[in-house]
């Protein structure tokens, strides 16, 4: 049975040292529904309990290995309730074959690398888990705005720039990429934001990337795929 929660905003007034209720502001959160309760629940039904040990604190809920290796007592997900919704955190090796991550090259100065010398510099854009069921909807957001950039791939790393080509007088092609500020590129352009999700450093635990989930149908498919990853590589 799932529960309810409300934000309860009280204001009050005090006059002479006694406080006085003067206005209520109820508001459910997200539809109602309490996406750590599910949580808990999906990891139960999985049988996570079975390798993983609980450990609840006022900020999360962590979760690791009953009997670790060496090294290895390092949490492997994190839960914490937020008012923007349930933030997950999970190490970045068990998220990286499945994320994207876009990026752009921009023109400036000469940089001495050594053996080389670079004119552009890389801009990292933003990193992002796609919703396998929602593929097709972020591609062809993707294909309006970025054309033959991502190919039908929502895994890797891509520049978004674009490339020029051209033919000198002695008849030799030649081509380059056309520099592209970080400024350009708006999130907009990914089209609807319920196709994916937007992958963040968790600086409490810097060894893990995290996201933020806000409805029941993203949590139940995005752990769907990343619980089960993290048991089968116990």
């Known amino acids: 049975m799932s529960k309810i929660i409300y934000d309860v905003i ?3 007034e005090v006059e002479n040292g006694v406080p006085r209720l003067i206005s209520t502001n109820i508001q459910v959160i997200e539809g109602g529904e309490d996406l750590m309760s599910l949580a808990i629940s999906m990891l139960e039904k999985l049988g996570f309990y079975d390798k993983f040990e609980e450990n609840r604190t006022s900020q999360y809920i962590g979760y690791r290995l009953k009997n670790p290796g060496k090294g290895a007592k390092r949490y492997q997900l994190v839960l914490a309730q937020r008012k923007e919704g ?3 955190s999970i190490p970045k090796n068990v998220l990286q074959p499945d994320i994207l991550e876009l990026t752009c090259e921009t023109e400036g100065d000469l940089i001495d690398c050594g053996d080389h010398f670079e004119h552009y510099t890389t801009n990292i854009l933003g990193t992002f888990w796609v919703l396998p069921s929602k593929e097709d909807i972020f591609l062809k957001a993707m294909q309006s705005h970025y054309p033959k950039i991502l190919n039908g791939e ?20 030649w081509g380059d990429i056309i520099s592209m500020s970080p400024k350009e590129f708006k999130i907009e352009e990914l089209g609807s934001i319920n196709s994916y999700l937007v992958i963040e450093e968790d600086k409490l635990f810097p060894y893990t990337w995290q996201v933020c989930i806000s409805s029941r149908e993203v949590l139940e498919e995005f752990f769907g795929c990343f619980a089960k990853i993290l048991m089968e590589k116990q």
């Open 154 to 173: 929502i895994r890797g790393r891509f520049s978004l720039n674009s490339y020029y080509s051209y033919v000198d007088h002695e008849g030799t092609s």
């Open 10 to 12: 009280q204001r009050f």
């Open 86 to 88: 349930l933030c997950i």
